[in-house]
T-cell receptor
Framework: SQQGEEDPQALSIQEGENATMNCSYK?????LQWYRQNSGRGLVHLIL?????REKHSGRLRVTLDTSKKSSSLLITASRAADTASYFC??????????FGSGTQLTVLP | KAGVTQTPRYLIKTRGQQVTLSCSPI?????VSWYQQTPGQGLQFLFE???????NKGNFPGRFSGRQFSNSRSEMNVSTLELGDSALYLC??????????????FGPGTRLTVL
C-alpha cells in the first residue's frame, strides 16, 4: 500500500514557470526522497531530506519538509521541457524500505 | 561508477510460467531492494537483501521470492505467473551505511508482460 498522496496528480505549465508538487505521508520517517521517472523507465533520485531538516536545495530544486503536518513539497524553478516527467516522493523509516506516493505527472510546454 | 543494471529489460511470459529477473547493484553497495510498479497499485516494495539475507519483505504472496549472492548481485523469481503480475520491476541499490541518509539508486527496470 502507498504511504500517502501527492498533489496535484497532474500539472501542466509553460517553460520558465515554477512547478510545485506536494506530498503527504502517514507514519514517522527517517528521511523523505524525491524521484523523477520518464515514461515508465527507471527512477532517478533527485534529493533526500532528513527528518530533522526543514528545507534543502539542489540546483533548481527546493524541497521542504514539515514533520508536524507529515507533508513535503518539491519546487522546480524555471522549468524546462526536459523536466516533463512523473515525480514521486518516497519515505523511509528505520527499515529502509521506501514507501511511495502516487506521483505527480508534470508537463512543461515549450 | 556504473549504475544499477537489470536484465532482461523486457520479458513476455504466459500464465503459469515462472520468471527470474537479475539485478547488479552499484559497485560497493551492499543492499538491494526490489519494487513492483503497476498502473493500479503504483510503486510497491517487494523485498530487501543485505549480506545475502532478506532483511525486509513487502506484502506479496510467496510466489515472489528472491536471493542475493556474495557479490551483492540479486535475483528475484516469480512462479506460477498470473496476469496481474504484469508490471515494471525495479531494482535499487544502496550503500547501507546510515538509514537516515542512505539513498536508493534505481535501475532501468524489467518490463514483464504476462499473456
Amino acid at each position: 500500500s502507498q504511504q500517502g498522496e501527492e498533489d496535484p496528480q497532474a500539472l501542466s505549465i509553460q517553460e520558465g514557470e515554477n512547478a510545485t508538487m506536494n506530498c503527504s505521508y502517514k507514519t514517522s520517517i527517517n528521511n523523505l526522497q524525491w524521484y523523477r521517472q520518464n515514461s515508465g523507465r527507471g527512477l532517478v533520485h533527485l534529493i533526500l531530506i532528513r527528518s530533522n531538516e526543514r528545507e534543502k536545495h539542489s540546483g533548481r530544486l527546493r524541497v521542504t519538509l514539515d514533520t508536524s503536518k507529515k507533508s513535503s513539497s518539491l519546487l522546480i524553478t524555471a522549468s524546462r521541457a526536459a523536466d516533463t516527467a512523473s515525480y514521486f516522493c518516497a519515505t523511509a523509516g528505520s527499515a529502509r524500505q521506501l514507501t511511495f506516493g502516487s506521483g505527480t505527472q508534470l508537463t512543461v510546454l515549450p | 561508477k556504473a549504475g544499477v543494471t537489470q536484465t532482461p529489460r523486457y520479458l513476455i511470459k504466459t500464465r503459469g510460467q515462472q520468471v527470474t529477473l537479475s539485478c547488479s547493484p552499484i559497485s560497493g553497495h551492499r543492499s538491494v531492494s526490489w519494487y513492483q510498479q503497476t498502473p493500479g497499485q503504483g510503486l510497491q516494495f517487494l523485498f530487501e537483501y543485505f549480506s545475502e539475507t532478506q532483511r525486509n519483505k513487502g506484502n506479496f504472496p510467496g510466489r515472489f521470492s528472491g536471493r542475493q549472492f556474495s557479490n551483492s548481485r540479486s535475483e528475484m523469481n516469480v512462479s506460477t505467473l498470473e496476469l496481474g503480475d504484469s508490471a515494471l520491476y525495479l531494482c535499487a541499490s544502496s550503500p547501507y551505511v546510515d538509514s537516515r541518509t542512505d539513498t536508493q539508486y534505481f535501475g532501468p527496470g524489467t518490463r514483464l508482460t504476462v499473456l
